[in-house]
Nanobody, 123 residues
Framework: QVQLAESGGGLVQAGGSLRLSCRVS????????MGWFRQAPGKEREFVSG????????NYADSVRGRFTISQNDARNQVFLHMNRLREDDTGIYYC????????????????WGQGTQVTVSS
């Protein structure tokens, strides 16, 4: 099992930046691919970005590629989402997610979720 806790959301003007953090509590012998999703009001939750358990592969939704960067620390107990050039349509609740390392990373088979952190981008 793994427990996830997001932080770092807030209100920011369009064009600004935010860094989201996800604290990952896991067993030392368990590895996970990590991802970020978001849900805007009235919309379904969508994939934003993912990083493989080793950190060797990262993927991004087309809407955020070139503006957002996912990373994790060496201990793999924190995952970050660096968000630059934020736009109003980036507004939503951002969720940290984990998938067991045994799953195929690019299938985005995330099964563990945090509670989410609100990001609001104003004009």
């Amino acid at each position: 099992q793994v427990q996830l806790a997001e932080s770092g959301g807030g209100l920011v003007q369009a064009g600004g930046s935010l860094r989201l953090s996800c604290r990952v509590s896991r067993r030392a012998d368990s590895d996970y691919h990590m991802g970020w999703f978001r849900q805007a009001p009235g919309k379904e939750r969508e994939f934003v970005s993912g990083i493989s358990w080793s950190g060797g592969t990262r993927n991004y939704a087309d809407s955020v590629r070139g503006r957002f960067t996912i990373s994790q620390n060496d201990a793999r107990n924190q995952v970050f989402l660096h968000m630059n050039r934020l736009r109003e349509d980036d507004t939503g609740i951002y969720y940290c997610a984990a998938a067991p390392a045994s799953t195929w990373f690019l299938r985005n088979e995330y099964s563990f979720w945090g509670q989410g952190t609100q990001v609001t981008v104003s004009s």
